[in-house]
């Protein structure tokens, strides 16, 4: 069965370092998201991904923040600066259509663990 | 501002037993609603999805109900496995929303 991967699935990373999330979303899906789960709290919507631009973002995902699609395959969380709260679980998810107000499920990979020191 | 609230916050059973966990939401206009099982340091896995005009569904051992005049859903789980042991996220999007509005989720331990 299909399913989405990340990489890596553990980061460490010094307080204003730049840091790369990578995501392969299932290969005929054309929707995609970040999502973040700080430890022992909610999972958290931070952006929406379709047709190579931003579809939604929360206000979490500030300039801080950047997404993209570098090629057929991969799609990127990028934070440029990271700052301690920045540490918890991220989350690339991917759907075949809108998968919020769409009856659509969205498929979440492993995530990536990033601590931020 | 949309909200999710679940109950309880985390609960014990004994393998077979069954249980029932509550989800109450705000989200307006309202969609959808989903069920996710989270195993610990894993992704959310879908359940059941459930539209406005759906009272219930069922994924093997798994049963969710929505009322959506309530605005209240459940999930129950029947004859319980060990492997049940997660938290269980309620889910729940709005009309030309893509984004997903998630509860804290209920941590269920099966205990042999």
């Known amino acids: 069965e299909p399913e989405v991967t990340q990489t890596p699935s553990h980061q460490v990373t010094q307080m204003g370092q730049e840091v790369i999330l990578r995501c392969v979303p299932i290969?005929?899906?054309?929707?995609f998201y970040w999502y973040r789960q700080i430890l022992g709290q909610k999972v958290e919507f931070l952006v929406s991904?379709?047709?190579?631009?931003?579809?939604?973002k929360s206000e979490i995902f500030d300039d801080q923040f950047s997404v993209e699609r570098p090629d057929g395959s991969n799609f990127t969380l990028k934070i440029r600066s990271t700052k301690l709260e920045d540490s918890a679980m991220y989350f690339c998810?991917?759907?075949?259509?809108?998968?919020?107000?769409?009856?659509?499920?969205?498929?979440f990979g492993p995530g990536t663990r990033l601590l931020v020191l | 501002k949309n909200q999710v609230e679940q109950s309880p916050q985390s609960l014990i059973i004994l393998e077979g037993k069954n249980c029932t966990l509550q989800?109450?939401?705000?989200?307006?206009?309202?969609?959808?609603l989903r069920w996710y099982k989270q195993d610990t340091g894993r992704g959310p896995v879908s359940l059941t999805i459930?539209?406005?005009?759906?009272n219930t569904k069922s994924n093997g051992r798994y049963t969710a109900t929505l009322d959506a005049d309530t605005k209240q859903s459940s999930l129950h789980i029947t004859a319980s496995q060990l492997s049940d042991s997660a938290s269980y996220i309620c889910?729940?999007?709005?009309?030309?929303?893509?984004?997903?509005?998630f509860g804290a989720g209920t941590t269920v331990t099966v205990r042999a």
């Open positions: 998810a991917s759907s075949e259509s809108s998968g919020g107000a769409a009856v659509e499920t969205q498929y």
């Open positions: 290969s005929n899906h054309l929707y």
């Open positions: 991904f379709y047709n190579n631009e931003i579809s939604e």
């Open positions: 989800c109450n939401y705000t989200v307006s206009p309202f969609s959808n």
């Open positions: 459930m539209t406005f005009s759906e």
């Open positions: 889910v729940v999007s709005a009309i030309d929303d893509y984004k997903l509005s």
